[in-house]
């Protein structure tokens, strides 16, 4: 644990300007991953995980804007790279691949031409040098009759097929880190669990660290070492898994938990989390972004800024943002 | 590829017929008597009934619309009552006038529109952005003869750099040998590179009316499409991948974007072979349209009939090209069709 991590992204904040309003996405979010480290980011839909890997990839949209925070990668600050040292590392020190694989590919463009268009960039590779790594990549990904695929477009592949290019994609140049925005969302459950299981093999086989975004704890319990829990652009929870499952610390991951369906728990003891995010535009969001659905909130909680708590443990430290944390044992 | 043009030629035939039965049947209703008209405000009765019959009209409505089709099918469209000729004839020579005039004013829109459209898009809310606005509805807010007759007085009568608008090509240059129909073109073709620029003078400021005029909806539709295309998961994916700006522009970007683009120019296209009329009459061009319209003042039906039949074939032979470039670009086409 000494060396230091791969990506460590510190107290990262994100603002986009909209018509109505500046809407705070991400505050503060801290979170760090070791060198072929797998982690998972969780949270609903809003939490700001998508824009948490944006803003990382320095491809936020134009309305969003990285107020204040730190991102390292192998100790370069991303933040004050400029726009081409950073174009010159997405790709091939860091990719991504996304929520829709088919919405991510360029609909009017060949496979192969697509995957050639990074190895051009990247490895200056050209014609058929390209066109045979462009092969073996998805080969790699296991997309049968590889050569043939080459000239497929998008539309005429499946989504799990289309999933498994994006990944080939991703991959071409051997990048560091992938974060995986959502991969399987939209796929069905034995794709979902291809997928994962190819990303899982492929990260392994490779050394390399993975961001798994998801909204699925069982599937993040699956996969990753550790896990961060976002709710409304904060990271309220970041510990290793196996403590984060036996004792959570942040009543949000408590109720994230109590949500979960998993082995050995009746359906009906699924319970919903109350309340919704707030809206995100508020001027006066008080420093605790989950009290209104919390029912162990109080007047501390209102401070406009809490700091995360942090406490070391053998797997790693554990970080709870939370002034009431649950100090009990198995959820 | 020649199945689909086929398929397509064959989908065109009845909306073909129904254009033939519509121009027939209008042109009976025009308001007039052309038999009337033609004898002259002294004639008698007789000689007005000795025209009726000689035109055929004395005939009845079915029997009259048999003629008319035998005479389409021997490729006839019969005379013109003023000038005496087949309107065949006058067609064939007066449709490349149109054309030519149609497809200048569309490659200036063009090229003016869709990288005014893309630099709008890829600055949106800079200073080009808002240009691009302004000239787009000043465009569209401009009747066309306003714009030809300002045009004609700002370069002919104050600057005095254009020629007078008076046609083709002025009376000291004599008409290329016809290859397209097309002057600059033929006068290119012929390497006579003076009558090029004579035609060329001549066609400037009316291809400019028709141009600023289809500026607007070509630059409107660029910058949305190529907005829509910028703001997509592909380009964001292109961006996460590290390719290199102009590469996401235009290979990700600008093709997507042509999609609708491409639509959008047929619809102007065919827009502008409409628009055209009024441009002919201001710069005396000599096309299908000035020819169109003299002939519908004084009821003379067959030229009518002849214009439109025309526009009919080409607003068919149009689409048909779109939707070949269409096929050519969307990869997704050939399947569905
Ligand atoms: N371009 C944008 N303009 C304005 N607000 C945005 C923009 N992109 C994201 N946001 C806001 O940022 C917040 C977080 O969004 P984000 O997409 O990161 O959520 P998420 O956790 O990825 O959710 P999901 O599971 O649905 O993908 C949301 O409140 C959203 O409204
Ligand atoms: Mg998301």
Redesign the pocket.
Known sequence: MTAPPLLAVGDLS?T???RAGP?K??ERVSFAVDKGETIA?V????????????AIMGI??P??RVEAGRVYFAGLDLLRASASELADMRGREFAMIF?NPRGALNPIRTVGDQIADVLARHEHLKGAAARDRAMEMLALVKITDPRRRLDAYPFELSGGMCQRVMIALALACRPALLIA??PT?GLDVTTQAAIMDLIGELGRSRGMATVL?T?DLGLAAEHCGRIVV?H??HVVEDAPAAQLFAAPRHPYTAKLLAATPRPGRHLEDLEAIPGG?PD?RRADLPGCRFLERCDRAGEPCRAPALDAIVTPSPDGERRVLCVRPLMGLAA | MLAMIGRRLAAALPSIAGVVVVTFLLTRLLPGDPAAYFAGPAATPQAIEEIRQRLGLDQSVPAQFLTYLGDLARGEFGLSLTTGLPVMQELVTRLPASLELTLAGLLFAVAVAVPLGILAAVRAGSWIDHATRIVATAGVSLPTFFTGLLLVHVFYSVLQVAPAPMGRLDIFSSTPPPVTGLYVLDALLAGDGETALAALAQLALPALTLGIFALAPLARMTRAAMLAALGSEFVRAARASGLSRGRIVWVYAFRNAMLPVLTTLGMVFSFLLGANVLVEKVFAWPGIGSYAIEALIVSDYAPVQGFVLTMALLYVLLNLAIDILYGIVDPRVKVES
């Not at chain 1, 949270?43 to 944006?54: I, L, P, R, W, Y």
């Open positions: 994100v986009f300007r909209t809407v996405a991400l980011i949270g609903e839909s809003g939490s700001g995980k998508s824009v948490t890997a944006q936020l949209d309305a969003g929520q925005d959502e969302t975004i909204h976002m409304a652009g995010l995100l």
